[in-house]
């Protein structure tokens, strides 16, 4: 056994402690949230973990605060996160965009459940899709990832503060109850194996510094408060100073940056898996959970001899428009199964422009997809 593997462990982690162990190896060292099911393990363990690495956990008097304390923190340069579901990520989202106006770095995990309202506290579903695109008022980008396992959720973690970081954008992890509440064996990656993107850092020095700057990436570089770059952060559009404007052209040319340095940056954060597609002639896009059921199923249709594949986006936002449309040029069906009543088979089928029919398997019941229900479409389709 090489010394690299040995220096790995093994564990029967939750899909939410992976997530708190994951933001720790990704340098998280300040977590601000507010208890809330089912995300609530997730604080849990860092309220105890981050005391151990130097780091700070807090929990604040409501959503909203503890989004604005982890923006406060990521200013000073600290890595951050918070955790919650579907209301309180409600009640996050004038933050959230403030963030992405300030251009401030920062993790949102959303452990999905189902709504409106106080809905189904500690049940399933994947309500939150469209929330994560378009949650927060006007145009901006958005970038929001969605693991299917507790390795993913781990790995996806790292992702999400690497994204976060690199491109100055607030990052939503999607996780589903199940996927959040199961325990699986993790093989953690060794620390020499964790790659980590790291913000972009002024190298003028502080008279010279425009903290809202254009650059190549679109990316300005990002100066720590309390160390000597004294600057403006506003919600407001601003000019490269920070400073508060109006005029058209300083409008517009901040949304297109902001806009454009995610659009640059889209080979880097697009990521999906293919599952049986080579020949398929029927195929499923799923994500979460219900991926998990596709990937059954596709497999007992396979058995039946039906040419069933699965793409499965691991990236939700921005979406992965290319995969989808070569998808909907080989195959002559396209389910998309969620634990909603329809979010992102509205994506796939803008996508897909009418190449194939997009058939639907939705469930809103507080319970998962199960894969016959999934072999069932199928069948009627083949």
């Not at 200013?75 to 996050?92: I, N």
Request: with cysteine; charged share 25%.
């Amino acid at each position: 056994m090489s010394t690299q593997t040995k220096s790995r462990q093994v564990k029967l982690l939750q899909g939410n402690e992976a997530c708190a162990e994951a933001a720790i190896a990704a340098g998280c060292r300040f977590f601000a949230g507010y208890p809330i099911s089912p995300s609530s393990e997730i604080a849990e363990h860092l309220s105890v973990r981050l005391p151990q690495v130097g780091g700070r956990f807090i929990q604040m008097e409501d959503e909203i605060a503890a989004m604005g304390a982890i923006l406060g923190a990521a200013m000073t340069g600290a890595k951050v996160m918070t955790a919650t579901s579907g209301p309180g990520y409600s009640l996050k989202q004038e933050n959230i965009g403030y963030a992405v106006m300030a251009e401030i770095p920062c993790v949102i995990v959303d452990v999905m459940r189902g709504g409106p309202s106080t809905g189904l506290p500690t049940s399933p579903a994947q309500s939150d899709v469209m929330q994560a695109r378009w949650g927060t008022h006007g145009d901006h980008p958005a970038v929001a990832l969605a693991p299917a396992s507790v390795r993913e959720v781990y790995d996806e973690t790292i992702r999400a503060f690497n994204i976060a970081e690199r491109f100055r954008i607030p990052v939503t992890l999607l996780v589903d109850e199940i996927i959040a509440h199961m325990r699986e064996r993790v093989e953690l990656p060794a620390k020499g194996e964790i790659a980590l993107w790291e913000r972009p850092r002024p190298t003028v020095p502080p008279d010279q510094y425009l903290p809202f700057g254009d650059t190549p990436t679109g990316v300005p570089p990002m100066a720590n408060f309390g160390e000597g770059y004294r600057y403006h952060v506003t919600g407001l559009y601003h000019d490269p100073r920070g400073l508060p404007k109006d005029s058209p052209e300083v409008v517009d040319t901040v949304m297109r940056r902001l806009m454009r340095k995610i659009e640059l940056g889209t080979p880097d954060i697009l990521k999906h898996e293919e599952v049986l597609l080579d020949d398929a002639a029927l195929g499923i896009v799923a994500y979460g959970s219900s991926a998990r059921s596709a990937k059954a199923a596709i497999r007992m249709a396979r058995a039946r001899g039906i040419k069933a594949g699965l793409m499965r986006p691991l990236t939700i936002w921005p979406f992965i428009e290319g995969p989808v449309a070569d998808l909907a040029k080989q195959v002559r069906h396209i389910i998309v199964p969620e634990m909603n009543l329809g979010q992102l088979v509205l994506e796939v089928e803008r996508v897909v422009r009418g190449r194939c029919p997009v058939h639907r398997v939705n469930r809103v019941s507080g319970e998962p997809i199960p894969p016959d229900e999934i072999l069932a479409k199928i069948e009627e389709l083949a």
